[in-house]
Structures are given as structure tokens and as C-alpha cells.
């Protein structure tokens, strides 16, 4: 029982960073997933955010995986009950609210003020996920070029993803 409750715990908390989505989390996702317990590795956690990123849908359904992992599908059930609750309450709340306050001079500077957190939130997100996948000059260059081709094109980015991962199959089999 105690686990469940350290999970839903730490995902109900992680819940309340998805300002952004969930790279804003993702840092305070490694910190406590992988650092404070233990309950899986950076890479694994990378692993699992990847797939969440291919897979349909919100792409924090990853979560269910480290929930799986921790305490089986019980552990699945609380950390997506946990990770999506806090989250749709609080916006349903604060949903009714704005609408109440369309007319509030102060609007427009809380819309700005959110959306500089929401960047700051991913930006921080994306950092720490570059730390732990960006582990040599080979990957270094192949985010760059990833980077450079969805910046410049109107590519499809599940495209770059599926070669990329294809790329590091080559070099992990071949090279």
C-alpha cells in the first residue's frame, strides 16, 4: 500500500507541472522517478518518454509504464488516475473562472506570464532529456540536423523520429 501511495504521490504532484505539457515535467519526472526512488533508470525513462512520443494520444500515457514497472498494472491504474486528475480538476476550475473574468484588465499579462513559465518549463524540460540522449558527436549532429530539418520544413516530425531511431539500430548493430 505504501507504494501506491508514493506513486500516486509523486504523479499527482508531477501533474500539476504539465503547464506546457509534459517536457515541462520531465525534469522533476527524472529527478524523482530515477533519483530520489529508484524506480527506474534515466535510460529507461528515456526509453519510455520516446515511445510515449510515437505512441497515439497524450503522450504522458508513458507514465503508465513506469507505474506498470513499479507495482504492475494496479501500479499502471493509480499513476494515470494520479497523473490525470489534479490536472483536470484544477482546469476545469480554472476554466469556469477565466471565463468569469473575459473582461479582467489583468488577462492579457497572466496569459503572457503563463506562456514565459509554460517555454521556461519545456526548455528545462528538453535539457535535461538532451543531457542523458546527446551521448557522443555522432548523436550530436544527428539532433541537429533533426533540429535544422523540422525548424526549416513541414515535415511530418514522426518521420525524423522513426529514421533517427533506425539510424542509432544501424550504428548500435553495426557500428
Not at 108 to 123: D, E, K, Y
Not at 125 to 145: D, E, H, K, M, T
Amino acid at each position: 500500500m505504501k507504494q501506491f501511495a508514493e506513486l500516486a504521490g509523486v504523479f499527482g504532484y508531477l501533474s500539476l507541472l504539465t503547464v506546457g505539457g509534459g517536457m515541462a515535467a520531465f525534469p522533476e519526472l527524472k529527478q524523482l522517478t530515477v533519483e530520489t526512488y529508484h524506480w527506474v533508470t534515466f535510460p529507461e525513462l528515456m526509453h519510455y518518454y520516446s515511445l510515449g512520443q510515437l505512441a497515439p494520444g497524450p503522450n504522458m500515457m508513458m507514465v503508465a509504464s513506469i507505474g506498470a514497472q513499479v507495482a504492475g498494472l494496479p501500479g499502471a491504474a493509480v499513476v494515470l488516475v494520479a497523473f490525470i486528475l489534479p490536472t483536470g480538476l484544477l482546469t476545469f476550475g480554472i476554466g469556469r473562472l477565466w471565463n468569469r473574468l473575459a473582461n479582467w484588465p489583468w488577462r492579457p499579462a497572466v496569459q503572457r506570464g503563463i506562456g514565459s513559465v509554460a517555454v521556461g518549463l519545456v526548455l528545462a524540460g528538453g535539457i535535461v532529456l538532451a543531457r542523458g540522449a546527446l551521448s557522443g558527436p555522432f548523436y550530436i549532429v544527428l539532433a541537429v540536423l533533426v533540429f535544422l530539418l523540422l525548424i526549416r520544413t513541414k515535415i511530418n516530425p514522426a518521420i525524423p523520429i522513426v529514421l533517427s531511431g533506425a539510424i542509432g539500430l544501424g550504428v548500435y548493430f553495426f557500428g
